[in-house]
Nanobody, 115 residues
Framework: QVQLVESGGGLVQAGGSLRLSCAAS????????MAWYRQDPGKQREWVAG???????NYRDSVKGRFTISRDNAKNTVYLQMNSLKPEDTAVYYC?????????WGQGTQVTVSS
């Protein structure tokens, strides 16, 4: 089994910054791609950014230039640095990890951006 624990969410004013962290533990041999998703109430969960084990990154268009995903393989941790936050970034942010072709999810952390 794989456990993912997110931290770092909170309330911030528009234009501010937050850094999310997600630590993986358990049976994580062959931990591969890690990613961040977000979900607003009443909306579908959407992919935000992903990073491979080798460090290749991808972002959804709306966060390019503002968000940065990174990982520390020694700590089995992925980060999401979020700058220039906007009210439309408000959502519950979920960490995901692929281990031996199975996707695991964290419990989510709330990010609220006030205008």
């Amino acid at each position: 089994q794989v456990q993912l624990v997110e931290s770092g969410g909170g309330l911030v004013q528009a234009g501010g910054s937050l850094r999310l962290s997600c630590a993986a533990s358990g049976n994580i041999f062959s931990l591969n791609t890690m990613a961040w998703y977000r979900q607003d109430p009443g909306k579908q969960r959407e992919w935000v950014a992903g990073i491979t084990r080798d460090g290749n990154t991808n972002y959804r268009d709306s966060v390019k230039g503002r968000f940065t995903i990174s990982r520390d393989n020694a700590k089995n941790t992925v980060y999401l640095q979020m700058n220039s936050l906007k009210p439309e970034d408000t959502a519950v942010y979920y960490c995901s990890a692929v281990v031996r072709a199975v996707i695991y999810w964290g419990q989510g952390t709330q990010v609220t951006v006030s205008s």
